[in-house]
């Protein structure tokens, strides 16, 4: 299939729903965000937000020590373009699973979590089936209640049931912090990121204190980094969200530092009333967990999703609105939307000057 | 990239999240429907359930006169497969569509639809660019207050002004229940789709006694389709749902006639506390637009959905679940969850029998 995309095209003439990246305010992010983490704390973006090796790269050049993943056939394919240095801060379990990591783990430097020892004896029967070694670093429950161990007993004895294994390396700890980093109000945020960075911290210094070498302690998200980046025993951060800034995440962080790269792209193709338009991005373009998505336009409301749909009631002065025109929309959330899509449309000064693309969309394996 | 896929492989051993096609209740499914338009009411299977080139071939085998897409792009991809007689019963508008849709109707039977005379002059303009002529329907609002037209007035009007364009061939009408096909209750469901069908079939007489010739009534969803399918004057039902039966529509219409036959297969990766499992399966998945999705095990709740996890509640029965043991999930809403996969595993007897792909995934353009 042609992807009816031309470099050099205006942005009105790209075909919709496409999602659209503004490069300029893109590359403002991915600058911003770096030179906060050239001190000893280091960035290793989440790449689940983008799943994009094209914006992988050029994390890593700008200065991330590599990715975070959150399933294993994202890092297949971020090794495939290239990727040499990947934590999937998910477990990975399943027939056949173990194995696809040890070959992996072959050709580079492949991490993953861990809080299970039974999963623990599956991985490391994958990677010596190869002769490799897997990194594991110890998820920790740091208040989230997601995966995770749920006390230093647990975490102490899985990091000796870990160096039994010729087919793994003890790499750390790491832990996410998910149940603050939505919390609207900064202080509040702020204490709970706190008490989160803390109980990964203690552990980190509880299995030193027994004699293991604990090189990664790993936390953070965009909506915390700039306290998990600060806390004292933190070494890299997993932040993602911040190239593109969704209007969740704009909510809740203001966008001083971090910008809106990020629209979908779509058509009116329906006005059958007045105050009424219906546009072609329906829940097969946009995601709405986080709430329904809105368009950049004055007057105008998204008020309802079918599949290929988008409600738009307009006021008076947004009546205006034909069959044909374009909207923009602002994802609530950009990767659940991103993961709808099969690639970017990146635009400067409003003409395609590159087509990314989602080279993970739908590796959820 | 590798799928990890072997024809004859046990199900137990088909990487986990993947979509699961029990190949004896899809085909129950199929020829149940099938055999009831062998009348003079023909179904025209909608594709944006399924998606899939494979299945689209099996039901035109079957019976079907054609197919139903919601967009152009899944038209252009459906044709690529061999499919030659497509209604896009949605309005297709924006810069290069009208091209694109003209080039199709130089080689299969299109038909498109519309409410609007600005975009019946474009459509127009974009078949006569190739000497072609793309069907036209009429699309009338039945109730769904979405897109078409709101009164006889206007059907008229637009009919009269589609007569006037050589690139164009008026073929009729359609309308869509979708306010009533999730109706609970069937004599109310009932009540409201015949009042829904009046409207079209009143429509379309209208537009005979005023000289059109109209081949073309199209009508009813998987909800409606014994009830659109019988009321006299409707042509053709664009049911497409049936073939799947997610949960919703279970609930809907029970499973004497239809039985569910996709499931989502995923892996328990994390077992972090006495009546908590975590799964392989999250939002980038399942959708939960119509509720979260349930697991087919006793005691087993699906009460949350991360991106990439799926929180299980356990009773004490269930709560021998072990990590990597796998959960069959049944899907509540069909259509959005199959967008997010590549591809079908199909099962017989439980052993990978064929892998068909949803070429049409991410078709929403």
């Not at 623990?120 to 029967?125: C, E, M, T």
């Not at 293991?212 to 790993?218: D, L, P, Q, T």
């Not at 007057?299 to 738009?312: K, V, W, Y």
């Amino acid at each position: 299939m042609t992807n009816h995309l031309i470099i050099g095209m205006p942005k009105e003439q790209i075909p919709t729903p496409s999602l659209i990246l503004d490069l300029d305010i893109f590359e403002a992010n991915l600058y911003a965000m770096a030179k906060l983490f050239t001190g000893q704390v280091k960035l290793r973006p989440h790449i689940k937000t983008h799943k994009c090796p094209v914006i992988a790269h050029l994390q890593v050049k700008a200065g991330a020590i590599g990715i975070t993943c959150a399933k294993l056939s994202e890092a297949e394919v971020m090794v495939g373009h290239g990727i040499t240095d990947i934590l999937i801060a998910n477990q990975v379990a399943g027939y056949g699973k173990a194995e696809r990591l040890g070959a992996l783990a072959t050709r580079v430097d492949v991490k993953v979590a861990v809080d299970n020892p039974a999963n623990v004896d599956d991985l490391d029967r994958g990677a010596r089936m190869f002769g490799a070694q897997i990194g594991v670093v110890i998820e920790v429950n740091v208040g989230n209640d997601r995966c995770g161990t749920r006390s230093m007993e647990q975490t102490l004895e899985l990091a000796k049931h870990i160096a039994t294994k010729k087919g793994l390396i003890f790499k750390g700890l790491m832990g996410y912090e998910g149940h603050c980093v939505f919390t609207a109000d900064k202080k509040e945020r702020t204490g709970e990121c706190l008490s989160a960075n803390k109980i990964l911290v203690d552990s980190a210094q509880m299995l030193r204190d027994n004699g293991f070498k604990v090189e990664i302690v790993s936390a953070g998200g965009t909506g915390t980094y700039d306290m998990s980046g600060i806390y004292p025993g933190i070494t890299e951060v997993e932040a993602g969200s911040y190239v593109f800034m969704d209007s969740c995440y704009s909510g809740i962080l203001g966008n001083d530092v971090f910008r809106p790269s990020l629209r979908l792209l779509a058509t009116v193709i329906s006005k059958p009333q007045p105050g009424l338009a219906l546009i072609d991005a329906g829940m097969k373009s946009l995601t709405f967990e986080f709430g329904k998505p809105q368009p950049l336009l004055q007057g105008a409301t998204l008020t309802g999703l079918s599949e290929e749909h988008g409600r738009l009631e307009l006021t008076p002065e947004a009546d205006t609105l034909q069959v044909g025109d374009l909207v923009e929309i602002w994802p609530t959330h950009g990767c659940t939307t991103v993961n709808l899509h099969d690639r970017y449309c990146v635009v400067k000064e409003n003409r395609l000057v590159a087509v990314w693309e989602i080279a993970c969309r739908g590796m959820s394996q």
